[in-house]
């Protein structure tokens, strides 16, 4: 426990403040019992675990410059540990949890769509008769995709824990802007009768719904922008612009 006045956050926070300011940031940290080493480390009390506290000299808060501050302390902290027996180094802190959330994103999102992948490809084959129409279907899938992780890393820059579940969202609804049209040429005689005229003709019966039903779907993901939390409002646009 700790003697520190924090009820004077409240009572006088301008003593409170000044308070603050006239005690180091380990000795806030350490209570009432601090332990400290040479060169004002602070340790546990049997001195077998000590904290450093690292802060950059910018503050950059991109993700870029994130990863490259904690890599460069990762790399400094394994030479100490392989200079040293017995030492365990690990990290935590904003910058650390930050980087670990993005790499943990990135792997997790990685799967989850391959597993969309994978289950919408082995559906698609499975519907159409013809194999060569599934996998133009899937190109124009993928197509889509691309476009979308283009205009998250021009807007955005990278996914987030919230955006990164839409890249599934929009392999699910995506597909279905392929299937109509092409399900329509297979009904229109596809291969049997003249194929440029069976797909004009297809296109002509299923443009304008599937136009529409991809502008209200956008619509109804841009409208959470609207939203004040942020991640929110990123899933809203990379949806949003992931359906068009």
Known sequence: TSRFPWHTSLESPESFVAEIESRSTLEMLAGDNPQF???????????????????????????????????????RA???????????????????????????????????????IVGVTLLTLLVFRWRGHAWIVLAALATGVIWAFGAVRLELGYLNMITSSAISTLIGVGVAYGIHPVSEYELEGAHTVDPLATVRESFSRTGAPVAVAAITTSVAFFSILLMRFPGFAELGLVAGFGVL
């Open 37 to 75: 080493v040479s060169r004002g480390y602070l340790a546990t009390r049997d001195g077998s675990m000590l904290f450093l506290m690292i802060s950059p000299s910018s503050r950059d808060d991109t993700l870029q410059f994130l990863r490259d501050f904690v890599r460069t302390v990762r790399a």
């Open 78 to 116: 394994a030479e100490v540990a392989r200079n040293h027996d017995g030492i365990v180094v690990a990290l935590t802190g904003q910058p650390a949890m930050a980087v670990e959330e993005m790499d943990s994103i990135r792997r997790d999102t990685w799967f989850t769509s391959s597993v969309a």
